[in-house]
């Protein structure tokens, strides 16, 4: 698809490089990215299927969790890792002071796309497993990495406490709630079912057990990076990703 052109990084938008200050110079850089249009769909079909929930079940507390998951979905999970912060950065806000120390922990700085890692932004609301390139980085992300872990193992742990298990999945993460609710209700229940699930479905425990390991190597790599197992970790880092992204979405 690259080669034919299918793609978006295949497709050459302008003659001459984009004016990045500009609202439609960053909007140009972004309709270079295939994530972009991921996103973008993924976006759409969620506000879809939200109003769709409405029309279907319109009452009070159906809209107000609806326009909730909706608008995470569109305005942290995608008008700020690809429009606000971008646009903020073209224009100077974080060349200098206070905004700068901050991005460059959050965002570091690249030679593609923007000039920065904003799409580390998506960690902002996607806790870690959900969001697992905030901790498998190939260089020290301690600030991220320890946002994503303080997400994971005290504030969403907090939150579950206050209100309930449903207070994330429901209010926040759209993937089920709006999405997928359909499916989760028309999928089968009997025992054959099941045989389609991955088995780390069936050992939670085992799951939850890989996922910290993987992360810890990954710590160990950072702290010594030509030791064995960073050498090592480094080489199947990305292997393991993928293996948890798979069992865990």
């Not at 299918?6 to 110079?25: D, E, N, S, T």
């Not at 997400?151 to 429901?170: D, E």
């Not at 990954?218 to 702290?223: I, L």
Request: aromatic fraction near 16%; include cysteine.
């Amino acid at each position: 698809m690259y080669r034919a052109g299918c793609m978006p990084r295949a497709v050459r938008l302008r003659r001459h490089p984009p004016i990045r200050g500009r609202f439609l110079g960053t909007l140009t850089i972004d309709l270079a990215q295939p994530g972009f249009y991921y996103s973008l769909g993924y976006t759409l079909a969620i506000l879809a299927f939200g109003l769709r929930r409405i029309r279907r079940r319109n009452t009070p507390y159906v809209r107000l969790q609806t326009y909730s998951l909706m608008a995470f979905q569109f305005i942290p999970l995608f008008l700020l890792p690809y429009i606000v912060l971008p646009f903020m950065g073209h224009n100077g806000w974080f060349d200098s002071g206070v905004m700068k120390t901050v991005a460059d922990n959050l965002f570091p700085v690249v030679n593609y796309d923007h000039g920065r890692e904003y799409w580390r932004a998506f960690g902002f609301v996607l806790a870690w497993p959900l969001f697992i390139w905030n901790v498998f980085t190939s260089q020290t992300a301690v600030v991220v990495a320890g946002d994503s872990f303080a997400q994971t193992f005290v504030i969403i742990p907090l939150i579950i406490y206050r209100w309930g298990k449903g207070a994330y999945c429901g209010w926040v993460c759209s993937c089920a709630r709006v999405g997928g609710n359909d499916g989760r209700y028309a999928s089968g229940k009997d025992a054959a079912w099941t045989i389609l699930e991955p088995p780390e479905y069936d050992r939670p425990g085992d799951f939850g057990l890989r996922r910290c390991l993987i992360a810890a190597f990954r710590f160990v790599s950072w702290m010594a990076p030509n030791s064995g197992l960073g050498r090592h970790e480094r080489a199947t880092v990305f292997w393991n990703a993928q293996s948890v992204v798979g069992a865990g979405r």
